[in-house]
């Protein structure tokens, strides 16, 4: 096919679908470090991740096989909304002059509005097999939670929600979807929990972090016995069931014949981001193929271009499981940026350790520059981006920048994975002129939350 033929939409047949999730931890050189029990400081066994995660996901945190089977039932959700489309952004291309082929895999097309859903569905499905009727999760910009809210609805099963509060306050219309699902959302820090009670007795006025809402929503799920706790990102088990999106851009990639130099996510998590570049890198570790991964940041919660490697806590009470990774500290309180997905204080361990050996890059950049490539791309290829995303967009045309410049023609893909249709506050204050890149006491903000981390000894 010529490459000026290759369609706008590529569109993977029904019979395509993966039946397997890829794990890249059977193809790593070096594993991550073992999570360490927030309790002992050992090495945490599975029967105290038996407390807020049923067995099967255990295992699935757990194994190097390299391939797992997805379930008839969860194949059967999946059937609901996927495949998602790849791209070819012609328009874009057009409107930055490069001579750069750029391809973008959308997994905004699902009522959550982003990729959350690939994991929100299997999460859902074994906590219900072994009799869990409701389950507890954080949620930063509503993706997640939205996504959680479907799967358990699916499933008949409850669902609670604590969404960090600056988001709940910015994006209404995403608390409504929640609801609308059945879901009950909190604004966290909230007088719901313990650990909510205490970060506003020390700090009333705070906008709230994804670390506190993990923490109330940890403490909620280990006191019910009925009830555990979803993650959305982050986990082995949440970047296996995303592999999804890799696997599917494969063969749709495949269809017209092209194969990416460059691949780019956002990342807040490493979910998204994992999920489109795990499979092309297995590539890498056979030897076949050798594009370049590009993991972008915000530049107000820049975990891998200012984070430590270190053994550090998942959430800012102390209460989950202590992970080897990429850290502003657990204590970390970012600005109130509108990609609210973003503002985790780590990162995923597989996305860490694989970033510390030099396989995946780095970018972090500004919330003016990200609202500016999510208008061209909202003006060129008819979608509206969410901010999260829009993250990736703005790294694509920075590399397809360079192309213009040296006059290379390379294949670059990112992964939109989701749309802005709940973000328009952030869209209209971007268009009033209220958004720029200032991020005061960033640098001071960093060195109190990683100085925390020296005080662990861990």
């Excluded at 969860?74 to 750069?100: C, D, I, N, Q």
Aim: aromatic share 8%; with cysteine.
């Amino acid at each position: 096919m010529k490459k000026n033929q290759i369609p706008h939409q590529i569109i993977l047949p029904a019979s395509e679908l993966p039946k397997q999730w890829y794990n890249v931890r059977a193809d790593m050189p070096n594993l991550p470090a073992p999570y360490l029990s927030p309790r002992t400081h050992k090495e945490v066994t599975a029967e105290e991740l038996g407390a807020i995660f049923p067995k099967s996901l255990i295992e699935q945190e757990l194994t190097t096989e390299r391939y797992i089977d997805i379930p008839k039932e969860v194949m059967e959700k999946y059937e609901l909304f996927r495949s998602t489309p790849m791209h070819r952004a012609y328009e874009l291309e057009k409107a930055l002059g490069t001579p750069a082929r750029i391809y973008y895999k959308y997994e905004g097309t699902n009522p959550s509005g982003s990729h959350k859903l690939n994991s929100a569905v299997p999460q859902a499905y074994f906590n219900k097999i072994e009799g869990i009727k409701r389950l507890t999760t954080e949620t930063g910009a509503g993706q997640w939670g939205t996504a959680l809210s479907m799967a358990t609805k699916m499933f008949d099963m409850e669902c609670t929600v604590y969404m960090v509060k600056v988001s709940y306050q910015q994006k209404p219309y995403r608390r409504s979807i929640m609801q609308m699902y059945g879901a009950g959302v909190i604004p966290s820090p909230s007088d719901q929990t313990q650990v909510g009670r205490g970060i506003l007795a020390k700090m009333p006025d705070t906008n709230g972090s994804l670390g506190d809402a993990i923490a109330e929503a940890v403490e909620d799920a280990a006191s019910h016995s009925d009830t555990n706790y979803a993650l959305g990102s982050v986990l082995n088990h949440v970047i296996l069931h995303q592999s999804v999106i890799g696997l599917e851009a494969k063969k749709q990639m495949e269809m017209v014949d092209e194969y990416p130099d460059i691949v780019i996510g956002c990342n807040g998590g490493g979910s998204n981001f994992s999920g489109i570049a795990f499979p092309f890198l297995k590539d890498t570790f056979d030897g076949k193929e050798h594009a370049k991964f590009i993991a972008v940041e915000a530049e107000a919660c820049p975990k891998l271009t200012k984070g430590v490697f270190t053994y550090d806590y998942g959430d800012s009470a102390g209460m989950a499981p202590i992970t080897m990774m990429y850290s502003l500290g657990h204590s970390f309180h970012p600005s109130g940026i509108h990609a609210g997905g973003l503002r985790y204080h780590g990162d995923s361990p597989l996305l860490s350790q694989l970033y510390h050996d030099g396989f995946i890059e780095a970018a972090a950049v500004g919330q003016k520059e990200v609202f500016e490539a999510a208008l061209l791309f909202a003006q060129t290829e008819a979608i509206v981006p969410a901010p999260e995303s829009s993250h990736a967009i703005c790294q694509a045309i920075k590399e397809a920048n360079k192309c213009k410049e040296s006059g290379e023609e390379k294949v670059i893909l990112f992964n939109l994975s989701g749309n802005g249709y709940f973000d328009m506050t952030a869209y209209d204050m971007y268009l009033s002129g209220k958004i720029g890149d200032g991020i005061p006491g960033l640098e001071e903000e960093i060195a109190r939350a990683q100085g925390e981390i020296k005080d662990l000894g861990l």
